[in-house]
Structures are given as C-alpha cells and as structure tokens.
C-alpha cells in the first residue's frame, strides 16, 4: 500500500464530537466521555475508510498564539474565557469537555496514536507545516474552513471536511474550493481577510462580501496586487472599492500574517513523531480494554483497535 499520511485536527474533531453525541454518556463516577467515545469513533472511521498508513493528532499548544493577537487584537477574542497573566488566555470550554482532554490524551497515546503540537502555535500551523513538507499524499480532517489554503492538487493535499457530518464528509479539492468560492486554495487566505470571518474574530473589509472578495481576487490574483493597484489613479480598482480598503487599511497590513496558517515550523519527521499506524502491543491493548470498562466506553475502543489491526478485523 503507498503510504499516505492522514492529519487530524483534534480539537475541531473532539469538539464535534461532544456537541454530536450525547452527554449522557459517563463514567460511573459522573464524568461525562461523549467526547472521549465520539473521537475514537470518528478515528475508526477514517482510518478504515481511508486507508492512512501515517496518522498524526495535530495540537493546539496555544489556541491564540500572542503573534497572532498583537497583529490583531480581535483575533478569537469572543472566544476568550479568562486573561492569564503572563500566559496564555484561557479558551471558552465547557468543563464537561475540559474533563475529557485528558482522557482523550490517554486513549491517542495508548493506541500508538502521534499526537504533535508546537509552541505558541495553533493546531492549523503543525498541519500546513506536515502538508507543506510532505512527499507522501496527505488528507486534513477538519471542519476548519481556514485550512482550505493548504489544499494543493499537484502536492497531493486535501482536506475531509466534516461540517456536514462525518456521514457526508466533503473531499475538498482545488476544484471543490473553486467550485464553493470562486477562488483557488492558495487565494483562500486573502479571500478570508477581504471577507472576514466572524468565528475568528476576523472583522474583514466593510462592504466586501464574498462575491466582491472573490471577483476581486479573481481580477487581481493576490491581495498584495488588489492594494497596489488601489494604491494606483489608473491601476483598475473602482473609487468605490479603494475607498473601502482604504477605511481598512491598518487591518488589511495586520491580518494577512494572522489569516495564513504557517508552512515552516519544524516538526518533527514522521518517523520520529511515531507516525506510522500499526497494531495495538498487548500490553496497551489490555490497559485500554480495562479502561473502556472503568470509563464507560462502550464498544468505541474495540472499532478503534480494530481499525489499527486490520488483522483482528478479519479475525472477528
């Protein structure tokens, strides 16, 4: 089998997965493990139906890297629970998920899953960095539209986008993205910016949607040549839409850095990462069946195990 590398990005897929499922689901002592099941589950998933033989649990060490909010005050701030001194702020989680981390942390790590984060970056960065540094093809799973910029048909990248379900998964391809926004993949960072993007806190260019972000960048390529031209009497841009970047000006030269997911961090390479699937070693395989039983797991740790020894599925 060619060897094809799968990134999850965890966060999104472990949120999806508490909203999906009901919180009904608990240990005995009360903790709820929806989000606990539902990741596992949604891992079988994939790695039966995809056939990944590389898999990495992308991380967010830092959800809102200072970078990031020093260029752009905005970025993520409705999402902000708690400012820490001198640290990172804290995320908006229900407790009921921030219980379930570090479970989550312990079922990934016992299934020889690789999870890999990166200091003061966002899960999106260690996934562009993967994608960007790949020379093996590469599936994204998200329901993140921001990683539609790593997409890449000559590189062999394209992301599984889960915002309809993981029963209708889209496969988002250059031509998916052209066919949904009228841009291509590498045009989808300043397309974002041009449009804004409430959920990130991305207030965007007043008056430009996407119809206007597309045909503008459908016209001029590039957000850096739309301002040029703008900056230009005769350079092709209306009055009306220099104006508009006008009024935008100091947020137009601060988010393009904070829009773009990061293509050069170092990582670690897939073989040191751990990165290759393979079976379960007995004595990981016996502490995740003692705790799918002390936590209530149900059936989710036997679809998992099953999914990463091919071997015991065709056995069962």
């Known amino acids: 089998m060619p060897d094809h590398l799968m990134l999850l990005d965890t966060a999104s897929l472990y949120f999806r997965a508490f909203y999906g499922l009901p919180d009904s689901l608990r240990r005995p002592d009360g903790t709820p493990v929806n989000a606990v099941r539902g990741l596992a589950d949604m891992i ?12 990495i649990a992308c991380w967010d060490e830092n959800w809102r890297p200072q970078w990031r909010v020093d260029l752009l005050p905005s970025y993520k701030e409705h999402r902000v629970a708690r400012v820490v001194q ?16 570090p479970m989550i942390r312990e079922v990934l790590r016992l299934a020889g899953i690789a999870v890999v ?8 960065d260690v996934i562009g960095s993967y994608a960007a540094q790949a020379s093996i ?3 994204v799973v998200t329901g993140d ?60 260019v007043s008056g430009i949607g996407e119809k206007t972000a597309s045909s503008l960048l459908a016209e001029f390529g590039t957000l850096d040549s739309l301002l040029r031209a703008a900056a230009e009497d005769d350079g092709g841009v209306s009055s009306a839409i ?10 137009l030269e601060a988010a393009p850095t904070v829009v773009r997911i990061v293509r050069g961090l170092e990582v670690p390479s897939l073989d040191d990462a751990g ?8 004595d990981a395989r016996s502490r995740l069946g003692e705790l799918a039983g002390e936590w209530n797991l149900g059936s989710s740790v036997k679809r998992l195990l099953q999914a ?6 065709a056995g069962s």
């Open 44 to 55: 079988a998933r994939l790695v039966t139906e995809f056939e990944p033989t590389h898999l």
């Open 86 to 101: 001198d640290g990172p702020d804290i995320e908006e989680v229900p407790e009921a998920l921030e219980a379930q981390i």
């Open 117 to 124: 984060g990166v200091p003061d970056h966002e899960a999106d």
């Open 137 to 139: 093809p590469v599936d």
């Open 145 to 204: 539209r921001d990683l539609f910029q790593v997409i890449n048909d000559a590189q062999g990248v394209r992301v599984l986008y889960t915002a309809g379900g993981m029963k209708n998964l889209k496969i988002m391809d250059d031509a998916a993205v052209v066919a949904k926004y009228r841009v291509l993949p590498e045009q989808y960072a300043d397309y974002a910016t041009l449009r804004g993007d409430s959920s990130d806190g991305l207030p965007g």
């Open 242 to 251: 220099r104006a508009k970047l006008s009024g935008a000006r100091e947020y």
């Open 275 to 282: 990165a290759r699937l393979q079976p379960v070693g007995e």
């Open 308 to 313: 990463l020894d091919p071997a015991e599925k």
